[in-house]
């Protein structure tokens, strides 16, 4: 099956409809969503609750890293647990929208803290089995997604308390991206940017830009008033402040790479050129590999030692 095939269309109606329905029957019940923005990865990370409700969910966590010395730290995370403790909250879900190739996640040390179900969608699989192959990994890596707690299929219902959310998979940045509806909102990871700044990159491994077009006019059928989370922000040329929040009709109406009028072909014409451009993050041969793990750092070698690879000539 092709990348530009993965969404059948009996599985996108259905999914359309379970999506429709999380947003409109929400409204009245609009989540509490606290952004914690990491500047050294340009990262949002979230917490998502109902109002005065104890649960939530934690979205795109983000664990420290130094490439020049190897070394990780929790500053960020620990942040999110403070916050989390300091407002006596029940984590249910650590969700990631995809395998990330610009920072580490730090969710199984949430999960130790906080505890809750490490979740991604199905197609993480195929990420382990590409990056699988690139970093050389031994049979003892599992490439069926079992390090996770949880793998989403599209359309996938769940409640984070007393919040519904939908699980949609939004591939062509990753194969495994997913965007989560949470009553009035919807967490598009890299799919989406704020409209001045446009949409994601799709020349990694299964990244597929006519496949990210047709993923973002799902996301655009949802309500206009509904509330986009972005995972990360860049700031745009003229615009001196982060931002990471937007709405579906802002998006529809101001998006520069995908408003109304632009069509698939245009869009992917201008994507492939722009695309071609762009270095490569600087931390994606890091990051995969921890993150296609779970947030698990590899096993320790004979001298107790963890170590990350650095493919040579390869990407």
Same mark, same amino acid.
């Given at each position: 099956?092709?990348?530009?095939?993965?969404?059948?269309?009996?599985?996108?109606?259905? #999914?359309?409809?379970?999506?429709?329905?999380?947003?409109?029957?929400?409204?009245?019940?609009?989540?509490?969503?606290?952004?914690?923005?990491?500047? #050294?990865?340009?990262?949002?990370?979230?917490?998502?609750?109902?109002?005065?409700?104890?649960?939530?969910?934690?979205?795109?966590?983000?664990?420290?890293? =130094?490439?020049?010395?190897?070394?990780?730290?929790?500053?960020?995370?620990?942040?999110?647990?403070?916050?989390?403790?300091?407002?006596?909250?029940?984590?249910?879900?650590?969700?990631?929208?995809?395998?990330?190739?610009?920072?580490?996640?730090?969710?199984?040390?949430?999960?130790?803290?906080?505890?809750?179900?490490?979740?991604?969608?199905?197609?993480?699989?195929?990420?382990?089995?590409?990056?699988?192959?690139?970093?050389?990994?031994?049979?003892?890596?599992?490439?069926?997604?079992?390090?996770?707690?949880?793998?989403?299929?599209?359309?996938?219902?769940?409640?984070?308390?007393?919040?519904?959310?939908?699980?949609?998979?939004?591939?062509?940045?990753?194969?495994?991206?997913?965007?989560?509806?949470?009553?009035?909102?919807?967490?598009?990871?890299?799919?989406?940017?704020?409209?001045?700044?446009?949409?994601?990159?799709?020349?990694?491994?299964?990244?597929?830009?006519?496949? $990210?077009?047709?993923?973002?006019?799902?996301?655009?059928?949802?309500?206009?008033?509904?509330?986009?989370?972005?995972?990360?922000?860049?700031?745009?040329?003229?615009?001196?402040?982060?931002?990471?929040?937007?709405?579906?009709?802002?998006?529809?109406?101001?998006?520069?790479?995908?408003?109304?009028?632009?069509?698939?072909? =245009?869009?992917?014409?201008?994507?492939?050129?722009?695309?071609?451009?762009?270095?490569?993050?600087?931390?994606?041969?890091?990051?995969?590999?921890?993150?296609?793990?779970?947030?698990? $750092?590899?096993?320790?070698?004979?001298?107790?030692?963890?170590?990350?690879?650095?493919?040579?000539?390869?990407?």
């Amino acid at each position: 099956m092709t990348e530009a095939t993965a969404i059948r269309g009996d599985d996108a109606a259905s #999914a359309a409809q379970k999506i429709a329905k999380a947003a409109l029957d929400n409204t009245a019940l609009q989540p509490t969503v606290k952004s914690f923005f990491d500047e #050294a990865t340009f990262t949002v990370t979230y917490v998502v609750r109902a109002p005065n409700d104890s649960r939530c969910a934690i979205i795109d966590s983000v664990l420290d890293f =130094d490439q020049s010395s190897g070394r990780t730290k929790t500053t960020s995370a620990d942040d999110v647990i403070e916050f989390v403790k300091a407002n006596r909250l029940e984590v249910d879900w650590i969700l990631e929208t995809h395998a990330h190739a610009d920072h580490l996640t730090a969710a199984p040390y949430l999960k130790s803290k906080l505890g809750g179900s490490i979740a991604i969608g199905e197609n993480i699989r195929r990420v382990q089995q590409v990056f699988g192959d690139i970093f050389n990994e031994p049979e003892t890596f599992a490439r069926d997604g079992r390090q996770f707690d949880r793998l989403w299929r599209d359309g996938d219902a769940f409640q984070i308390g007393a919040l519904h959310a939908v699980a949609l998979h939004t591939p062509g940045h990753t194969p495994a991206c997913m965007s989560y509806v949470i009553g009035d909102a919807v967490f598009t990871g890299d799919t989406l940017f704020m409209p001045d700044y446009g949409t994601a990159r799709c020349d990694f491994p299964g990244g597929d830009a006519a496949t $990210l077009y047709r993923s973002i006019q799902r996301l655009l059928t949802l309500p206009d008033e509904t509330r986009v989370f972005l995972c990360h922000d860049y700031k745009a040329p003229g615009r001196d402040r982060y931002a990471w929040e937007s709405t579906i009709g802002a998006e529809r109406v101001g998006n520069v790479h995908v408003h109304t009028g632009v069509n698939e072909a =245009d869009f992917v014409a201008m994507r492939t050129k722009r695309d071609a451009t762009l270095p490569m993050p600087k931390l994606l041969l890091p990051s995969v590999q921890v993150n296609m793990r779970a947030g698990e $750092l590899p096993d320790a070698e004979t001298n107790g030692v963890r170590y990350l690879k650095l493919p040579l000539n390869v990407l």
